[in-house]
């Protein structure tokens, strides 16, 4: 697939920022290709295979959402149930996710955004568990985060799409609710970016190269990486180097 095109410029006309959310999976963490690997596992079992359209339909989504995804869109429904490809997924994924990297620019980011007062938190569609041992061997820099909303959190309804997670999450931050017009989201993923416009907030959206580019067209900017984002595009605190 060609590489799809990126559109780093920010909107002409932008709100004023004053809270950040981040996603997790495939924005600050390197897991997204766990998920890959033991999904083309389980498939060739079946002698299919595993492509990036299926991938865009299941990122993003609670477990069980993304789940009924995989047995339906393959046609493994009727020997597959979506609990028991849950069931045999997993003991594969937990000995995967605690060698979980960062990716790049994630730490640079947050710690500029901490250092500066901005207020950040994480929505995530991780359920608890699978949340601990992602973050086993970054718990210093996630502890940097005012909150963490998790996939399983009785105030998360629905998964994204729905725009529950990030509601959920401005509601935490300290002084109560916040105004989803001055909240920045990143995602990485299609049903990411699809919540935090349905909860009325402005996203920067960090995709995978092999990520189809008909997906970029509701983010409100585009990157290659995080390492491409300029906080004075949104009115947020710049980085040292643009002050020096």
Known sequence: ????????S????KPRITHVIFDMDGLLLDTEKFYTEVQEIILARYNKTFDWSLKAKMMGKKAIEAARVFVEETGLSDSLSAEDFLVERETMLQSMFPTSDLMPGADSLIRHLHAHGV???VATG???RHF???TQRHRELFALMHHIVLGDDPEVKQGKPSPDIFLAASRRFEGG???PRSILVFEDAPAGVGAAKNAGMSVVMVPDPRLDSSFH???DQVLKSLTDFNPVDWGLPPLEEQTS
Do not use: N, R
């Not at 697939?1 to 780093?8: G, L, T």
């Open 217 to 219: 067209e509701t983010a």
């Open 10 to 13: 920010p909107p002409m006309t």
């Open 119 to 121: 207020p950040i938190c």
């Open 1 to 8: 697939m060609a590489e799809p095109s990126i559109d780093a």
């Open 126 to 128: 991780s359920h608890k």
């Open 132 to 134: 601990e041992l992602k």
């Open 177 to 179: 609710a916040v105004d």
